[in-house]
């Protein structure tokens, strides 16, 4: 009797977790495609008045995350929380990686692993993004971006057409330095030998398209154009509001690397930036995420 209810609680579960209804388009180009959603607000206005784009990390799938074979969705990206919880407020616009169908793992597919370089990253955002708002016009226009999504966020702004609506950028977990610098900090920490960084880095540039070299579990195309991109010279030109958001907790992305930003930006004159660290919060912000929620709807909405 109990295994029944267990059962039918996590069929329950699985089943109830699921993307609210979106809309898919695709934008061609000469290299292939790339994928974008629309989730469309809960409450219909006939009037577009707010957007959030939302550029997800680093993972060997869809930025939708991984379709099921039994329920619809075996994993969820962080765009699952915030359609959950903000389509009351705003409709939400993520672009996938270029070449990867709706709700894909590639992790183990070579040709698709190389689309995931900074280029790739930065114009598969960029084009998606162009042509959605080449004939979408909202009034506020807000980009966020989340790990790696958050690193190549000031790159994607940068490098958009339509960007006039945009009037705040959202950095979650991405920080400011680069991978490089990342690397060789978590190296000094542990006082491991960080001249091993520099001989791996000189080997990728040896081998940059190579799919079967790997670091970190990452292919070496990856990292070519990756490893030394420094997102905090991606703001000099930027001069619009900018939120920055970390965890006191996250392994993945230190607070030092979000504190450089933050001082950075400072240097360099720039008016309107907020930073927020979140006590005792992990890189996901797992255990309290609808509070980042919260803080994230307040500042867009002021």
Known sequence: ??????????????????????????HN????????????????????????????GASFNSTLGIKGS????????????????LLNK????????????????????????SYTTLQHRVNSAVSSIDQFLESNKYKNIYLIGFSEGGMILPK????????????????????????????????????LDTLKVDSVYSDILKN????????????????????????SIEYKNIDIPILILQGSSDDNLPVASSLYLKNYLNDLGKKDVNYIELENMDH???????????IISNWLSK
């Open 29 to 56: 180009e000469p290299n292939g495609f790339t994928n974008y959603y629309l989730f469309e607000r809960s409450e219909n206005t006939s009037l577009n008045e707010d957007l959030l784009i939302y550029l997800d």
């Open 208 to 231: 940059p398209n190579s799919l079967s070299k790997f670091y970190m579990g990452h292919p070496y195309k990856q990292w070519t154009d990756f490893m030394k991109y420094e997102p």
């Open 284 to 294: 996901s912000y797992s255990n309290d995420f609808q509070n980042v929620i919260t």
């Open 90 to 113: 705003f409709d939400l616009l993520v672009p996938d990686k270029m070449n990867i169908n709706t709700g894909e793992d590639f992790s183990e597919d070579s040709i698709k692993l």
């Open 1 to 26: 009797m109990k295994k029944n209810i267990l059962i039918s609680s996590l069929i329950f579960l699985f089943v109830s977790c699921s993307y609210n209804n979106f809309t898919v388009f695709t």
């Open 70 to 85: 039994i329920f619809p969705w075996k994993s969820f990206s962080l765009a699952y929380k915030l359609q959950k919880h």
């Open 156 to 191: 994607v702004y940068n490098d958009l057409h339509n960007k006039a609506s945009i009037l705040k950028l959202v950095n979650l977990s991405g920080g400011g330095y680069s991978y490089y610098t990342l690397i060789k900090n978590y190296y000094k920490e542990r006082e």
